[in-house]
């Protein structure tokens, strides 16, 4: 005799007709709102506002300066990510609760604090061989200050739940750190990693509040797309803010799918994992 299948929780049906409702009302329906208003755009306008010199100058900087600042603090967020989880020092609280400062910190504010301390008559500026504020490197330094907390708490999980056994057993096997980090915990990692660099690149790309004072908003040399539509809202050139504001989405959106895509159906450490003498893996498969 076989019984229905129930729920623990109950509810299924309203809770997720709940949820969809919100989710529609908050996010889908301003998004489908962008996609109506740029569809009354002719195609003489659209194709003047796509080939802009200013856009594409803007698009590019953007994406490059998104791109150096996520593998900055993905770098750097994996190595403080490690640190916090294994080792105890000194402040280790206090590290720990300054990463989640630039989320609750106003970004205009850090905009500003970074501006003052790396202008060149700043703190750090007067001292620096080179210029920071004002060129595509105050960009970069600004995003991955507001995007290394993404990192480090992705991380954090996985290096804290990681099997000792695994390790354990490449210590037997004869294995060096380097080794076992190369070919144990890079593999677990990379997932991980790679979702903390995706949400980095698609923050970075909208960022506004902590570039806008350290970029100086100069045309063709450290303007990029959230200064751009702004500026073009300033103007009231709405047409032309709405089609900039649907290429970030569309560029965000295909970022987003290709990183998932890579996690899902891409391993590139498989192969590593299994056939190298120092897993686990292949110990295990070379006993039987």
């Given at each position: 005799m076989s019984f229905p299948k129930h729920s623990i929780l109950p509810g299924f049906w309203l809770c997720l007709g709940y949820s969809l409702f919100w989710l529609s009302f908050i996010v889908l329906l301003p998004l489908a709102g962008l996609f109506l208003y740029t569809a009354h755009i002719n195609s003489y306008q659209l194709h003047t506002i796509l080939t802009d010199q200013r856009l594409l100058s803007a698009l590019k900087l953007?994406?490059?300066?998104?791109?150096?600042?996520?593998?900055?603090?993905s770098i750097l967020g994996g190595f403080l990510a490690w640190n916090l989880t294994y080792y105890e020092f000194t402040g280790k609280k206090i590290i720990d609760s300054m990463i989640d400062l630039p989320l609750a910190l106003p970004t205009a504010v850090a905009g500003i604090a970074l501006t003052n301390l790396y202008a060149p008559n700043g703190l750090f500026g007067t001292f620096l061989p080179f210029k920071v504020a004002y060129t595509p490197l105050g960009i970069i330094l600004a995003l991955v200050f507001v995007t290394i907390p993404f990192v480090i708490r992705t991380l954090q999980p996985v290096i804290k739940d990681f099997p000792p056994s695994l390790q354990e057993a490449a210590l037997t096997l004869g294995a060096t750190r380097l080794q076992i980090f190369l070919y144990i915990f890079l593999p677990i990692l990379f997932p991980a990693w790679l979702t903390g660099f995706s949400l980095s690149i698609a923050r970075s790309l909208g960022e506004y509040g902590s570039v806008v004072f350290i970029a100086a908003n100069i045309p063709y040399k450290t303007e990029i797309l959230p200064i751009l539509i702004v500026s073009k809202l300033d103007q009231f050139d709405y047409i032309s803010a709405t089609v900039i504001s649907l290429?970030?989405?569309?560029?965000?959106?295909?970022?987003?799918?290709?990183?998932?895509?890579?996690?899902?159906?891409?391993?590139?450490?498989?192969f590593i994992l299994s056939t190298s003498q120092f897993s686990p893996i292949y110990f295990l498969k070379k006993s039987s």
């Open positions: 953007s994406l490059y300066t998104s791109f150096y600042a996520s593998l900055l603090s290429v970030m989405l569309l560029i965000s959106f295909s970022l987003l799918f290709l990183f998932n895509f890579i996690q899902k159906y891409f391993k590139p450490y498989r």
